[in-house]
């Protein structure tokens, strides 16, 4: 009888164990603290149990092993049990390491979840870049151009040439007699009259000269008036024994003879007063005297104007008639076939900023030098005041008629090539096409072309030498500094351009890199 009363209590504890165990878990893992609930709970379910025998029945013992120990219970009836037949102690002690592996699962499973939103991020991350340097690289294999379109040609041609001013006379004077200067009386810018002293030059040696051509002059006189005498006596005697016909001749001869040595001294000695008049060095003309070379006691050679000695003879002093200039400039062969009668020009002046001067065209040597092609030009412009001197360089301006009918493009938009002068097309697929094209007048920064452009035509402004037929390009705006001239803008919206390409256009423009 006492074998049924055992094991009835066993079977009943064994089966509510389970039951305890899902209850703490399920407590565990919604974070409540079950202790009185759990001591409260289960302890008519301990004492029962554990009365009954104090360990887990036979037939369950094996089956039910590790919930009894997860409920606190224990075979020998020693920790597990209060002395009393409850649980409460037991189950209390089992309940907080539940909860703390509740805890770390939970944990453990928010570090996975943010392992993996951080490996999500990353490559997400790293897609875009790759996307970012595919666009970046994909606009940076299409040439950047900028277009323009040809433009007709000015109603007037604008020339700008330096120049040289001269003055409308310039005399160099040398001086004619050997000696030393004894004295000057004009200086640097001093202004002359024609025939004003400018200095004196003590020449002893031709005084000499004089004196003794003077002396040889009276001797010829004296013997051409005996040779006269003679001849005459002779002539008296023709035609009587006295005297034969021929000494009457030799007397007659003889005095012509000494008559023209007379000239000859009178020759020679008008000769030493026209030197002795060079002791006087004057002024040729009406002037400015721009160089004075000498000085008191300077010792001066004669012969300083001849052709063949006044490269190694320095003037004494040089006299320049400023009233009016002389302006010198070389025409290009272009410009050549409008230098004629009633070509007019504006000088403009270092010195004179603001200021400019009228110019009519003299003469030209109608003729060009080999080197350069281009021809000397002879202006003259009036100088009442002589405020422009002789030897200043001026930019000498010239407005011509030009002929709006020719299309004009600038300089850089040519490409050289061995097949000829060529332009970069862009047609409609943004593709370049090599224009052939003939060139005309060159107008400075611009050209003019004759043959091979149409007005609509969209050309490279500044195309690289390694242009080709063909090639894809991307057509953007211009950027401040290297825009084209508004006379040669395009009729083309630029395409989009990338993120970067629009990063780079700020940047150049001053503002990116500061955004």
């Known amino acids: 009888m006492t074998a049924p009363q055992h094991d009835a209590p066993a079977v009943d504890a064994g089966a509510r164990l389970p039951a305890v165990a899902r209850q703490d878990a399920a407590r565990a893992d919604t974070g409540q603290d079950d ?3 759990a001591d409260t709970g289960m302890a008519n379910t301990g004492a029962a149990g554990v009365a009954a025998s104090g360990a887990p029945p036979p037939d369950t013992a094996h089956g039910h092993d590790a919930v009894w120990k997860q409920a606190g219970g224990n075979h020998d009836g020693g920790p597990g049990q209060d002395g009393k037949g409850r ?37 997400t991350d790293r897609r875009q870049h790759i996307d970012s340097l595919q666009d970046t690289a994909d606009a940076e294999r299409i040439p950047q151009v900028q277009v323009i ?5 000015p109603p007037t041609r604008k020339l700008d040439l330096p120049g040289s001013i001269s003055a409308w006379y310039t005399a160099p004077i040398y001086a004619q007699v050997t000696g030393y200067v004894q004295k000057w009386y004009k200086d640097y810018g001093a202004p002359v009259k024609s025939g004003e002293l400018l200095a004196t030059i003590d020449a002893p040696g031709l005084d000499q000269q004089l004196a003794a051509a003077q002396a040889e002059l009276g001797v010829a006189q004296t013997r051409s008036n005996l040779a006269a005498v003679t001849a005459r006596r002779y002539k008296a005697l023709a035609g009587t024994q006295a ?14 003879a000494a008559q023209s040595q007379v000239a000859a001294a009178q020759a020679n000695v008008a000769r030493y007063q026209a030197l002795e008049g060079f002791k006087r060095i004057v002024a040729p003309f009406d002037g400015v005297v721009t160089s004075r070379n000498t000085d008191i006691g300077n010792y001066v050679n004669a012969g300083g104007g001849d052709a063949g000695e006044s490269s190694s003879k ?8 400023i009233h009016k200039m002389r302006v010198f400039v070389s025409v290009p062969q272009d410009y050549s076939s409008v230098l004629k009668a009633g070509l007019t020009a504006s000088l403009t002046l270092p010195q004179f900023p603001g200021k400019s001067f009228k110019a009519d065209f003299e003469t030209s040597a109608q003729s060009f030098n080999a080197q350069s092609r281009t021809v000397v030009t002879e202006l003259t412009v009036p100088n009442p005041d002589h405020s422009i001197w002789p030897g200043t360089y001026t930019d000498v301006h010239f407005e011509v008629a030009g002929n709006p009918d020719v299309l004009i493009v600038p300089e850089q938009s040519l490409l050289f090539r061995a097949q000829g002068m060529q332009v970069a097309l862009v047609g409609p697929d943004s593709k370049v096409h090599l224009q052939d094209v003939k060139l005309g007048l060159n107008l400075g920064q611009n050209v003019q072309v ?9 050309l490279i402004n500044d195309p690289s030498a390694g ?3 063909g090639q894809l390009v991307h057509i953007v705006a211009g950027e401040p500094g290297i825009a084209p001239a508004p006379q040669f803008q395009a009729d083309a919206k630029p395409k989009p351009v990338s993120p970067a390409q629009q990063l780079r256009i700020e940047a150049a423009r001053g503002g990116g890199a500061e955004q």
């Open 35 to 37: 202790t009185g609930a």
């Open 87 to 123: 649980g409460g102690s037991g189950r209390g002690t089992a309940g907080a390491p539940r909860r703390g592996k509740a805890r770390r699962w939970l944990l453990a499973g928010v570090a996975v979840l943010a392992v993996a939103g951080l490996v999500a991020w990353g490559i």
């Open 243 to 256: 005297v034969a016909q021929q000494d009457i001749d030799v007397q007659v001869a003889g005095a012509a």
């Open 149 to 153: 379109s040809p433009s007709k040609g």
């Open 450 to 458: 004759v043959d091979g452009l149409k007005p609509d035509d969209r």
């Open 314 to 321: 320095a003037a004494l002093f040089t006299v320049s008639d």
């Open 467 to 469: 242009e080709m037929e």
